[in-house]
């Protein structure tokens, strides 16, 4: 995680954004040597196909998902 003090940010705060949004890591934006802002990359959301990629086929049904389950709940 880089950081940059604001004198320094405002003077290339372009070339800054073009880094994040190239790298997708986040700026640490300092004021006298303290941390006052963060600036992150801005992300949109993932479909549940690009979010659930890394569980496709791993796992396993013992039943049809799809078959009632009435029979687990009870009536108040």
């Known amino acids: 995680m880089e950081s940059v003090p604001k004198g320094v940010l ?4 372009l070339a800054y954004f073009r880094k994040i949004e190239k790298t997708g890591e986040t700026l640490i934006v300092t004021d006298h040597g303290q941390p006052v802002l963060c600036i992150t990359p ?11 990629a890394s569980l496709q086929g791993k796992v396993t049904y013992h039943e049809d998902i799809n078959t009632p389950s009435a029979s687990e ?3 108040d």
């Open 10 to 13: 405002k003077s290339q705060m």
């Open 42 to 52: 801005y992300h949109t959301k993932k479909n549940p196909q690009e979010l659930f």
């Open 73 to 75: 709940w009870t009536e």
